[in-house]
């Protein structure tokens, strides 16, 4: 499963953008899939995730009230709508699909990983 994740930018504080991760090969439909972001030096943090369903979902303290994960499985889509943009959410932000259908905070539970979008907020 190859995913891409795509909207990454450069925003204002106080701005919005939407990110969104697609496979175009295969669907991903029955999994789990999770967002992830990495600023420079610094480790690979959890940032969002939804079953798949679209029902469950799961938030980092400090995405919740901010960002919006969703789902369209039938366009094999999941988006991250990030509100209320800060410097500090600069980052590379990665989606990556888990091993089961469950959201998940973990690393570990995800298999596969896709090329990241750079989402740049100047203060």
């Known amino acids: 499963v190859q995913l891409q994740a795509s909207g990454g930018g450069l925003v204002q504080a106080g701005g919005s953008l939407r990110l969104s991760c697609a496979n175009s090969?295969?669907?991903?439909?029955?999994?789990?899939v999770g967002w992830f972001r990495q600023a420079p030096g610094k480790e690979r943090d959890f940032v969002a995730s939804?079953?798949?369903?679209?029902?469950?979902?799961y938030y980092s303290d400090f995405a919740k009230g901010r960002f919006t994960t969703s789902r369209d499985n039938s366009k094999n889509t999941v988006f991250l709508q990030m509100n209320s943009l800060k410097p500090e959410d600069t980052a590379v932000y990665y989606c990556?699909?888990?091993?089961?259908?469950?959201?998940?905070?973990?690393?570990?539970?995800?298999?596969?990983w896709g090329q990241g979008t750079l989402v740049t907020v100047s203060s």
């Open positions: 939804i079953g798949w369903k679209g029902v469950n979902t």
């Open positions: 090969k295969r669907t991903f439909s029955n999994n789990g």
């Open positions: 990556a699909a888990a091993r089961s259908s469950s959201p998940s905070a973990s690393l570990n539970a995800y298999r596969y």
